[in-house]
């Protein structure tokens, strides 16, 4: 069975900055691209980061390029974003996301989400 568990969540200053986690577990974690996709308050999903099977590439939505990193560690069977330079728009539940193939292809389990609060 696919579980996808993300933690790291919480409430931050504008400004500041969180790491998310989601632990994988029930398939090979580095045979499969992985995706942290977001939903705000009212708002339908946003897809919000990729990253390849072997983390060669990564890639952003544009409002989020040069505040988040993706990251993975195989080895781990665990999954990153490290957010800076956070706003109150950033403020939504976040999902880890498994993808169809090695690339980014398509989202097919998805984790419960952890809630990111960005307020003052």
């Known amino acids: 069975e696919v579980q996808l568990v993300e933690s790291g969540g919480g409430l931050v200053q504008p400004g500041g900055s969180l790491r998310l986690s989601c632990a994988a577990s029930g398939f090979i974690f580095g045979d499969y691209a992985m995706s942290w996709v977001r939903q705000a308050p009212g708002k339908g999903l946003e897809w919000v980061s990729g990253?390849?099977?072997?983390?060669?590439?990564?890639y952003y939505a544009e409002s989020m390029k040069g505040r988040f990193t993706i990251s993975r560690d195989n080895a781990k069977n665990t999954l990153y974003l490290q957010m800076n330079s956070l706003q109150s728009e950033d403020t939504a539940v976040y999902y880890c996301?498994?993808?169809?193939?090695?690339?980014?292809?398509?989202?097919?389990?998805w984790g419960q989400g952890t809630q990111v609060t960005v307020s003052s």
């Open positions: 990253i390849r099977w072997n983390g060669g590439n990564a």
């Open positions: 996301a498994k993808d169809l193939e090695a690339t980014i292809a398509g989202l097919d389990y």
